[in-house]
């Protein structure tokens, strides 16, 4: 599982092929109606960050959080909090410090939850995503639980020359397209390093990583350090799209969606999730416009992937490759 | 989100729509004058505020029936967004109104901070919206805007009212309690400053956390206080249990119990005995007894089977709104000066009485103190006549 | 505070430590003896509370309703945990969080299209209708009382049962050896279902119970959900004990707490258990 077969990274670049093409032939296919599937596909691009940073946890370190959004929502709030009102921030200071501080919370966070495992790891992140939606759906200074905008939006400039433009829909597309690769080739980093190796060990047996000598609570925390601060790099790119920022996207709502969509792309696979993400929103999205009832048919779509399709899609593909390349082999023997 | 059939008048061309979306259909995007209407609905249908979503759009379909199914002479082809009361969802769901389907006008929503996310939207997009029901002050006060309107009402327009009338009828010192949310604090602080005009005090201000309905405790704090009466504010299940719990322990003897008007609108009948004699302040009431009211309520119940309360009101003028300033303009939606200014100008004959905009694009309306009796909130009087917002910090008003 | 003030809040951080005991402690039986997290529990409890609106209006009786409610929500509970749960058993948590979460979905689905979606409220039956006078101004509804009493008795019931008789002794041990109890020839595949069934039907009379003192609405069970996970955690997933301790506990910090230190009245409970779980990170009685 630690390198991509290559029929997947051929089916991989060929979808992000498909996406990065889309201003291409979006206006031909889609009509007028184009532009708005551009923002539609940003924000799922924005959703698969924020899969993909959490299998980091759950599929790589086996740590399953329910309080992801957490970090995803604090990243939005620090840029709308330390945005000054009537000028742009320059995205060269504002990034660093919104990561920053999505790994410092992360660090806390991980810092209190460590000791705890299985499911009382699940239920004490939640419970501290939850500390974390009412402490600004009570605070005054977020504007409480009607939230509060970003006027300007990050300006990137150097020197004076403007580099990109995030007020423009098909920018901000881009820019969160390059970060998902960007997301994505980090993490297959990780996943290739020393470091990334005790993680592994550590979901397959923690006992025995601990046995040989590594202080595995140091390795989890880091990890879910990493985490956070990628999911803030999804919380300051789904901030900076629509300029608005609320609590309610760090209830745990956003946190089960966004470990449904780890599950349903294939939990571990790191590019599993992020089809995941395609698939659980644009399922949602036609759901809801074919029945008032699509609230029944995505707790079906839910309960079917947990019973028929446990490890998700990205399960699925990669078993279909191996067993092709296994038979493969003995036809070439 | 959602598109979705909820009448005849619904037609076919939203499943289309949706299907052009979906499967990539080709759709022609150009618009003739004899074009249907679009109008953009964006409100809760699943949920806690589901029952809201619903009797405003049944109240805004109404009106527009009543003119023939028509607007400006055209058809009208309503596209519906479940809202989820989401607020994170909402700039979403907007966006799909204003550019995935180009809707000429947008109807919602019902949550403060849903709001919020579509207001942002509307000002960046310059997509004409009305609000027919979210509150939030600010939406006609600091991000007020030429393209939004509102026909509902401002927190602060439910509960300063309120203040004058506790202290006209003896009470000097006076607890407040609300949920710890934005809607809740508004209402508070509004009923605080006209409570504190008229020259009373208030010894308490109580929040409590939000959605939990748990109140026992904060009952047995008040009774240790003994105010001479106590303003609440909250909504739906937690203003049913509210109520119950306010009589239930006693305390509605001796210390009686004020609210802003949703504390007792649409949960009346959940709430029983418990509501009797509570005193409320909104911008409806039942027995107002002007034709326009009984009109408009045996309407309702005609086409809906269902007592019309005081959302299906707020739809009812937004229908009734767009009915008369797309007349003025003759169906016209795309000079949009002109169409911003009809809108501006109507004068609505609304069964809550007669109401017509503020510079802030608020209503200028009555505010009424009503009783619970026998399960009505029944009008005692206006408390204030023709009342408008501030509107402190709305670019419109210089 | 006076004296007075201090007894009754007292009062009421037990009556609700109570109730909330209820509604917890079919979530902690169903994890501490068959290790399923059941995120579905508080949507129990909504059904529960829509059975008795529904069950009232019909025969105008709240025993009615519970004696009616009790086995639909068995029925309920059996027809999940036979079709759904019972290929989860060998499975990770987080798959059974993923269901369960699923369920939540459907189950508010199918109360928004058997019940709609307006706000009811469920009448206290007559003969418990009264009050007691506590104070010159307070007084105590009965049936709260009453409520308590029940779930008190429910306390000691299920501590009994699990304790003391021979069907506890086979649950206890199925929980800790499931082969052992199999070799003993009983059947723990009935037995799951039983408890499983068991656990639903206890949300459901929590939400049966609750409802003339709450009111009935869409999206009720969701905010039940977390309180009772914190309560549940708190004492230590799967002890019965724990579930009353932690109930009681939370009783407690949410009469007092937002009294003493408003500004923190939200987030005070979870700020309990996080400091629970940092001293004992499996809960008080695990």
Known sequence: MYNTPRPISLLLGFLLCVLAFYPLYGDLVF?????????????????????????????????????????????????????????????????????????????????????????????????????GFYFFNDAEFSGGSDGMYIMLKPDVSLGGIQLLNLDEKQTLYYLSLACMVFVYMVLRMILRSAFGQVLIGIHANEHRVKAIGYNTANYKIVSFVIAATLAGLAGFLAASQYGFVNPSQMGWHTSGYALMMVIMGGAGTIFGPAIGAFVFEILHYVFESFTDHWLMLMGAVMICVVLFLPNGIGGALLSLVQKKETTGEKNDG | MKLTMKTKSFSHSIRQSALAGAMALLVAGTAQAADPVKVGVMLPYTGTYGALGEAITNGMQLAIEENGDKLGGRDVEYVTVDSEANPGKAPQNMNRLISGENV??????????????????????????????????????????????????????????????????????IATIAWNYSFGKES?????????????????????????????????????????????????GGAVKFVKDYNAAGLKKSIPLLGSGFMTDGTLTAQGEAAEGVLTTLHYADKLDNPKDNAFRKAYMDAYGK???????????????????????????????????????????????????????????????????????????????????????????? | ???????????????????????????????????????????????????????????????????????????????????????????????????TFGLILILNDIQSILWGNDTHG??????????????????????????????LALAIGMYWVIQKTRLGMTIRAGASNREMVESLGINVRTLFTIIFAAGVALAGLGGILSAPLSSVYPGMGDNVLIICLVVVVIGGIGSIKGAFWGAMMIGLVSTFGPVLIPSLSSVMVYLVMALVLLVKPRGLFA
Request: net charge neutral.
């Open chain 2, 307 to 398: 007592e019309a309360d005081i959302y299906a009101v707020q739809g009812y003028d937004a229908g009734q709104m767009l009915v008369q300033a797309m007349d003025v303009v003759k169906g016209n939606t795309k000079d949009r000066d002109a169409l911003i200014a009809a809108l501006e100008n109507v004068k609505i004959d609304s069964p809550r009485g007669p109401w017509h905009f503020s510079k802030a694009h608020n209503p200028v309306q009555n505010m009424y103190l009503r009783e619970v009796k026998n399960g009505q909130n029944v009008v005692v009087e206006v408390a204030a006549k023709g009342l408008e917002d501030p509107a402190t910090g709305c670019s419109m008003m210089k």
């Open chain 1, 31 to 131: 009509g007028s109606k184009a532009s708005f599937f551009m923002s539609k596909l940003t924000t799922i691009v924005i959703f698969a960050i924020l899969a993909m940073s959490l299998d980091l946890l759950v599929g790589i370190t086996g740590l399953v959080s329910m309080g992801h959004a957490l970090f995803f929502g604090l990243a939005g709030y620090v840029l709308a909090l330390a945005s000054p009102e009537y000028e742009a921030a320059s995205i060269w200071y504002i990034l660093p410090l919104v990561l920053l501080c999505c790994a410092a919370l992360g660090a806390v966070v991980a810092f209190l939850t460590i000791k705890t495992s299985g499911i009382y790891f699940i239920m004490v992140t939640l419970a501290f995503g939850q500390m």
């Open chain 2, 188 to 236: 508070l602080e509004a009923f605080e400053e006209g409570f504190k005009a008229a020259g009373g005090e208030v010894v308490k201000q109580i929040l409590t956390p939000f959605p939990k309905v748990e109140f026992q405790a904060y009952l047995t704090e008040i009774a240790s206080l003994k105010p001479d009466a106590v303003f609440a504010f909250y909504a739906g």
């Open chain 2, 104 to 173: 000429d006008f947008v109807v919602g929503p019902v949550h403060s901070g849903v709001a919020m996310g579509m207001i942002k939207m509307a000002r960046q997009e310059g997509a004409i919206t009305i609000i027919p029901n979210a509150g939030l002050n600010a939406a006609t006060r600091q991000f007020c805007a030429p393209n939004i309107f509102r026909t509902s009402f401002s927190a602060w327009q439910t509960a300063y009212p309120m203040g004058k009338m506790a202290y006209e009828r003896g009470y000097r010192k």
């Open chain 3, 1 to 99: 505070m006076d004296l007075a003030t201090i007894l009754i809040q007292l009062l009421n951080s037990v009556q609700y430590g109570l109730l909330l005991f209820l509604i917890s402690s079919g979530l902690t039986l169903v994890f501490g003896i068959m290790g399923v997290i059941n995120l579905a529990h508080g949507a129990m409890y909504m059904i529960g509370a829509y059975l008795a609106y529904a069950f009232v209006e019909w025969t105008g009786s709240l025993g009615v309703a519970i004696l009616l409610g009790i086995p639909v929500m068995l029925i309920v509970g059996i027809v999940i945990e036979r079709f759904l749960i019972d290929s989860l058993y060998s499975r990770d948590h987080l798959f059974q969080v993923l269901l």
């Open chain 3, 122 to 151: 469920v009448p206290i039956p007559d003969m418990l209708n009264g009050s007691i006078s506590l104070t010159d101004n307070m007084s105590y509804p009965v049936y709260r009382l009453a409520v308590s009493v029940v779930c």
